[in-house]
């Protein structure tokens, strides 16, 4: 059973929030203020956190924050009132998996929570491998062809959602519900500006680009 940190100080969220996740399968813990959230994080062995970002004594940004400076790894969702593009972006940039408005819908929630989960390494595997590169999922960190190579919190999570889909195409669709994790305007070229940056970092033949369908990670070496 997956084990959900509910980091919220809305009694009455936190109960809407609780009662949907444990009718659907799930076990829960809750902290009501930042401080406890973190401490929390550290130690819970949690496979998901819900992250409000208005807490007391920590904000949820300070949290999100300092648990990817430490290489926690655990998915989280930020869920909070503040929903400007600026607090979106920040967000994310800052290591969030996903981000969501209130007011919400539990059944939006809920699938994005089986999203989360389902995106995580099973067997406890923290290191992905493809395409002669290794990405750390603690540490936070790439190595391409045995370089260490530095990458930002967005361009990370792309070569994260390749690296679990390699040799497959993925469309511009599917990248921007990946890694954006919210509505975006699919007429947006963010995927293909990612992609170029990404592409400079680790090599322009790794990243093949699908004529009409999207993009594809494959090992260099290997045959168009």
Known sequence: MSRI???????????FVQ??????????V????????????????????????GLPHMDGFT???????EGVATPIIVLTARDSVTDRVHGL???????????????????????R????????????QAAGMSLDLRTRQVEVDGTTVELSGREFALLEVFMRHENQILSREQILGHVWGYDFDPASNVVDV???ALRRKI????????????YRLADPSAAS
């Open 194 to 196: 990612y992609v170029r």
């Open 117 to 128: 989960l389902q995106d995580q390494p099973t067997g406890g595997a923290s290191t992905l």
């Open 30 to 53: 809750v902290a009501e203020d930042g401080q406890t959230a973190l401490l929390m994080a550290r130690v819970g062995e949690f496979d998901m956190i819900i992250l409000d970002v």
């Open 5 to 15: 940190l509910i980091a919220e100080d809305d009694a009455g969220i936190v109960s």
């Open 19 to 28: 009662k949907g996740l444990r009718a659907a399968g799930y076990s829960t």
């Open 63 to 69: 949290v999100l924050q300092r648990l990817r400076e």
């Open 93 to 115: 940039e800052g290591g969030a998996n996903d981000y969501m408005t209130k007011p919400f819908q539990f059944a939006e929630l809920l699938a994005r929570v089986r999203l």
């Open 203 to 214: 090599g322009a033949d790794r990243v093949r680009t699908m004529r009409g369908s999207g």
